[in-house]
């Protein structure tokens, strides 16, 4: 599976980020998909996953009701969806696949493939 993710940036506290990404290489069918990030000096950490098959998804309690995780099944592509966002949001954003397992998996080392990472930067 390659992973190609893009759309962070430079955004005020408050606002809104969409981050995709696109996968490819084969069948996302049974799927775990998750978002990582990792801030400066700061141990890469888990942010929300879906199961490709069934739309499922999970968050860690830091972004729940503010970031949305989906999926796009004609464009093999997953969303992250960030609003309300803080200072502390700031990181570089990674996208991971699983080939099935647990969706609440949140270690980085459950996931096999890895994209490059996004920078976003939210100030205050």
């Known amino acids: 599976v390659q992973l190609q993710a893009s759309g962070g940036g430079l955004v005020q506290a408050g606002g809104s980020l969409r981050l995709s990404c696109a996968a490819s290489?084969?069948?996302?069918?049974?799927?775990?998909m998750g978002w990582f990030r990792q801030a400066p000096g700061r141990e890469r950490e888990f942010v929300a996953s879906?199961?490709?098959?069934?739309?499922?998804?999970y968050y860690t309690d830091s972004v729940k009701g503010r970031f949305t995780v989906s999926r796009d099944n004609a464009k093999n592509t997953v969303y992250l969806q960030m609003n309300s966002l803080k200072p502390e949001d700031t990181a570089v954003y990674y996208c991971a696949a699983r080939i099935g397992g647990f969706l609440a998996s949140a270690t980085p080392g459950s996931y096999g493939y890895w994209g490059q990472g996004t920078l976003v930067t939210v100030s205050s």
């Open positions: 879906i199961r490709w098959s069934s739309g499922d998804t």
């Open positions: 290489g084969r069948s996302l069918g049974s799927s775990v």
